[in-house]
C-alpha cells in the first residue's frame, strides 16, 4: 500500500502569512493527489484536486503543486477563515485504494 | 443540488454492528461511486471502501475486509454500510461521501457519530 507522510502535523502562523504543507507518497502516484480543508465539526470539503487544480467556489490564494512523489499545498496570504486542518489524500488503482494524511492543524499566531 | 443524508448517532455494545444509512440526491445515484470514510475523535480520515451503485460491486480497504459490507438500494438512492464485531477503537464518526472521475472526494453526508462501549 502507498503511504502518504504529510507535515507539518500541527502550524501556527499569522493573518496574512504565506503557508505550506507537504505530502509526500512513497512510491509515484501521478497527480493523484487531493486537498481538503476540515473545520472543527465539519466534513471535509475539497479545495484542489489532481494536485493542482482549483474546486469550484475556492478562493485563489489556496494552490497545489506537484507530482510524482512529492506535492505542495499552499495557501498565500491566511485568513483567519483559513483555521483548520488540513489533508492530502491519493488514489491508487493497483489495488484500487485511497490513503490519507495525518492531516495538518493550522492555528493563528 | 447534490446531498448525502446520513442517519442519525448509534450507540452500541462491545461485539454488536452498526448500520449507517446515506441517501443521495441531486444526481443520478448510479453514476458515482459512493465511499465511506471515518474519524475516530482527534484522529485523522480513513477510508474503509466503495460501493459502484450501478452494479453493487465493492471494494474495501484491507484493514476492514473481514468487518465491513457496504450494499445499496438503487430505487431508494440509498447506500449502506455496516460494521461487525464492533470494539471500543470502532468509536467514530462515519461519513459517506462520493468522488468525481478523478477520485476526489467533492460531496459528503454530514457524518454519523458511532460510540461503542461494553
Known amino acids: 500500500d502507498i503511504q502518504m507522510t504529510q507535515s507539518p502535523s500541527s502550524l501556527s502562523a499569522s493573518v496574512g502569512d504565506r503557508v505550506t504543507i507537504t505530502c509526500q507518497a512513497s512510491?509515484?502516484?501521478?497527480?493523484?493527489l487531493n486537498w481538503y480543508q476540515q473545520k472543527p465539526g465539519k466534513a471535509p470539503k475539497l479545495l484542489i484536486y489532481?494536485?493542482?487544480n482549483l474546486e469550484t467556489g475556492v478562493p485563489s490564494r489556496f494552490s497545489g503543486s506537484g507530482s510524482g512523489t512529492d506535492f505542495t499545498f499552499t495557501i498565500s496570504s491566511l485568513q483567519p477563515e483559513d483555521i483548520a486542518t488540513y489533508y492530502c489524500?491519493?488514489?491508487?488503482?493497483?489495488?484500487?485504494?485511497?490513503?490519507f494524511g495525518q492531516g495538518t492543524r493550522l492555528e493563528i499566531k | 443540488q447534490m446531498q448525502l443524508v446520513q442517519s442519525g448517532a448509534e450507540v452500541k455494545k462491545t461485539g454488536s454492528s452498526v448500520k449507517v444509512s446515506c441517501k443521495a440526491s441531486?444526481?443520478?445515484?448510479?453514476?458515482?461511486?459512493l465511499h465511506w470514510v471515518r474519524q475516530a475523535p482527534g484522529q485523522a480520515l480513513e477510508w474503509m471502501g466503495w460501493?459502484?451503485?450501478?452494479?453493487?460491486?465493492?471494494n474495501y480497504a484491507q484493514k476492514f475486509q473481514d468487518r465491513v459490507t457496504i450494499t445499496r438500494d438503487r430505487s431508494m438512492s440509498t447506500a449502506y454500510m455496516e460494521l461487525s464485531s464492533l470494539r471500543s477503537e470502532d468509536t467514530a464518526m462515519y461519513y459517506c461521501?462520493?468522488?468525481?472521475?478523478?477520485?476526489?472526494?467533492?460531496?459528503w453526508g454530514q457524518g454519523t457519530m458511532v460510540t461503542v462501549s461494553s
Open positions: 489532481d494536485a493542482s
Open positions: 461521501a462520493t468522488t468525481t472521475p478523478g477520485v476526489a472526494f467533492d460531496i
Open positions: 512510491q509515484d502516484i501521478s497527480n493523484y
Open positions: 489524500q491519493q488514489y491508487d488503482n493497483l489495488p484500487p485504494a485511497i490513503t
Open positions: 460501493i459502484t451503485p450501478f452494479n453493487g460491486n465493492t
Open positions: 441531486g444526481y443520478t445515484f448510479t453514476y458515482r461511486y
